[in-house]
């Protein structure tokens, strides 16, 4: 089965629904292709969300993605819970395949494919997501006050992670697999002359220890092979993440690091009638307010796109306009 569309967002959260919202309210009536098992995004993964605004008390991650469901259907979206297999991007004759066989064509595309945190890959580590184990820290910090708390990596992020959490935690055990740190001097710097923040080089997380919760890791030294106990209740992961754009890498323009390129400050990508919007375009923010921004940038630049090309008048195909004979000639 094949349906036409003008617009088809690719990918759900925060910025797929936000788009769908935008998109929805100026009559585009999109479909959004939300995933069979990711509908909803990262958020859905995680418990209390306090940070997004209009939520004095704070609100669950699963509800605020779908409250933004259901204001996007309720503006005219069709929601779809399937996986695309394969996206034909073409000017203005784009073509999504789902794993269910339905294949849509559409004038233009959102792709909000987001982002995936790397994981460790240990037993547990899923387990106790949202209860110990993080992989944000300005979502999930301020949780840990008091605590004491591993960061795992030695990159920007890892000292930026760790540097933050020291704040809320009583101690930050930074752990690293090699003896030098691979963040910029300055990161580096910062990190060693906080007092709370202390470093175990060589190292690796061997298990995640913890039923209900996390409640502490084996450390495992990569040279010598022995192991230690690390009494820690929070573990935040920060080895890097991985922007999902194996769909279209072959076709649109990516950043050296990865990700998804846009014309500046727009969500433009590299092909005409192709936007994009979330974490598969911002290695640097990654927050859920931040990818509902560049959401509603996308569906705005979307309905613009649209409208121009409705008010483009139509070529005119030269081998069926008649000739005119011209004096003289």
Sequence with gaps: MTTHHRLVIVGSGP????????????????????GSVTAGGELM???????????PEGVQG?????N?????????????????????????????????????????VILATGSAYRELGLPNEKKLSGHGVSWCATCDGFFFRDHHIAVIGGGDSAMEEATFLSRFASKVTVVHRR????????????????PKI???FDSEVAEVHGEEALTGLTIRNVISGATSDLPVTGMFVAIGSDPRTSLFADRLSLREDG?????????RTSMEGVFAAGDVIDPVYRQAITSAGTGC???????????????APAAVDASKTPSVAVAGA
């Excluded at 073509?95 to 849509?104: D, E, H, M, N, S």
């Design 259 to 267: 990700y998804l390129q846009v014309e500046g400050r727009s969500s």
């Design 198 to 200: 202390e470093f175990v």
């Design 297 to 311: 940038s996308a569906a705005l630049d979307a309905e613009h796109y649209l409208a121009s090309r409705a008010q």
């Design 15 to 34: 910025a797929g629904y936000t788009a769908a919202i935008y998109a929805a309210r100026a009559n585009l009536e999109p479909v959004v292709i939300a």
């Design 62 to 66: 699963p509800d605020l993605m779908e």
């Design 179 to 194: 003896q030098e740190l691979r963040a910029s001097q300055t990161m580096h710097d910062r990190a060693k002359a906080d």
């Design 68 to 108: 933004m469901r259901q204001q996007a259907e309720r503006f005219g979206a069709t929601v779809v819970y399937d996986d695309v297999t394969e996206l034909t991007l073409e000017p203005g004759a784009h073509a999504i395949v789902t794993g269910l066989g339905t294949r849509y064509t559409a004038e233009s």
């Design 45 to 55: 993964n995680t418990t209390d969300v306090e940070n997004f605004p209009g939520f």
